[in-house]
């Protein structure tokens, strides 16, 4: 169980940092592109908008598999903490249905040569707020001194969180790991063959400004986050090989992409941009390993121990779980293939608004 929670959330972690990054530049290309009127700005933020839908896609149905683990693993906890916040931890399905209509609108007005930047602008601003919550709920479940006050305060899960120290570094920690997978991602696509000259320069530059403007910080709050925590908290994380190697894999992988992202500064390359998103991934999932140790380590002063939950597994359920999951990533792989095969469109988009007809001729092209 703790194999696959960790496993589907570093993956979940991987799109929500995916998503993060390109809105970010897609909010900011949008405004300054239409400001000064650049071509170059408004085309890259297409080519990233154009993938937000399918990576929301991702960031949900990867979110699923580990929330199940959670309940499984922490249920008592988790649940508890879901109840005390009920009424924003609900608000987060109309968060994300409102975020991910506007992932649509974003592309399809680009393409119009239309503003994007209200629905971008929102769309971001929802998404912060959706991971906010998520680090309320995840730090509140550790907890269990502050529940029964915030019950008494009251029953209808609107009682303000009592301050810890740690929630707004492990969610801002989060959130710049965006900055650093969306520059990855700017680098990657940045070797599409398709894509105009001026389009790729800018999907490199600003992806390497992006990966160095994410780490930083991230290193910082992922400090902050440790320093946080008590000395016994320390003392018994450091007794966890698994998570402290998933420390190390942490800053190793970070330091890894630093270094490939820097190697592309001049030029783009794609084995180096592949390699880039599998360390930052590497980075995630040690970052993760390390994550789930500190909450062991946190329960085990509270006299929690995972390992002694009686969970009676349902192994045939597992079997099937475990396939599906297996001939679901091989699907995933097929797609990209296909994907990467298939006859590109012409991603650039115009300053200014354009015929109806010129849209509905390139929708037609495009089914
Ligand atoms: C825009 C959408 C989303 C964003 C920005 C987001 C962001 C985050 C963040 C920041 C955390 C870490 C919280 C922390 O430890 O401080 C997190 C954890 C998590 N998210 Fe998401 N999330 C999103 C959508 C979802 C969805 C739709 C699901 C499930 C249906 C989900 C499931 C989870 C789970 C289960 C965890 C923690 C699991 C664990 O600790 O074992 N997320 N998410």
Do not use: C
């Amino acid at each position: 169980m703790k194999t696959l929670s960790l496993l589907t959330l570093a993956l979940h972690f991987t799109a929500v940092m995916l998503l993060v990054g390109s809105l970010l530049a897609v909010t900011w290309w949008s405004l300054s592109g239409r400001l000064r009127k650049n071509a170059t700005e408004l085309s890259s933020a297409h080519v990233l908008a154009r993938r937000l839908p399918t990576l929301m896609t991702y960031v949900i149905n990867l979110g699923v598999p580990p929330l199940l683990f959670a309940q499984v693993l922490y249920g008592r906890a988790i649940y508890t903490s879901s109840v005390l916040i009920a009424a924003s931890w609900i608000s987060v399905i109309a968060m994300l249905i409102v975020a991910y209509r506007l992932l649509y609108i974003i592309p399809d007005r680009l393409q119009a040569g239309k503003s994007a930047f209200l629905p971008a602008v929102v769309a971001f601003l929802l998404v912060l707020g959706v991971g906010r919550i998520y680090s309320l709920n995840m730090t509140l479940m550790l907890r269990p001194e502050v529940w029964q006050s915030m019950y008494a305060a009251s029953d209808q899960g609107i009682a303000p969180v009592p301050a810890d120290p740690t929630i707004t570094y492990r969610w801002l920690f989060v959130m710049f790991g965006g900055v650093i997978f969306g520059g990855a991602w700017m680098l990657l696509l940045a070797n599409m063959k398709h894509l105009e000259s001026d389009v790729v320069a800018k999907l490199r530059k600003t992806g390497v400004a992006f990966v160095v403007a994410g780490a930083i910080p991230q290193l910082f709050f992922a400090y902050q986050t440790r320093a946080a925590q008590d000395a016994k908290t320390l003392e018994t994380l450091a007794s966890y090989p698994i998570a402290m190697t998933g420390g190390y894999i942490y800053l190793l992988t970070t330091l890894a992409v630093a270094g490939l992202t820097l190697a592309m500064f001049k030029k783009a390359s794609l084995g180096l941009a592949i390699a880039n998103v599998v360390a930052g991934f590497l980075q995630v999932t040690g970052m993760t390993l390390y994550r789930d140790g500190l909450r062991d380590a946190v329960f085990a002063q509270k006299g929690f121990s995972v390992f002694e939950r009686t969970e009676v597994s349902n192994w045939s359920v597992i079997a099937i779980f475990l396939v599906l999951f297996v001939i679901g990533l091989a699907l995933v792989f097929w797609l990209a293939m296909v994907m990467k095969g298939a006859k590109p469109l012409d991603e650039s988009v115009p300053v200014e608004p354009v015929s109806p007809d010129r849209i509905s001729t390139d929708k037609a092209v495009l089914a």
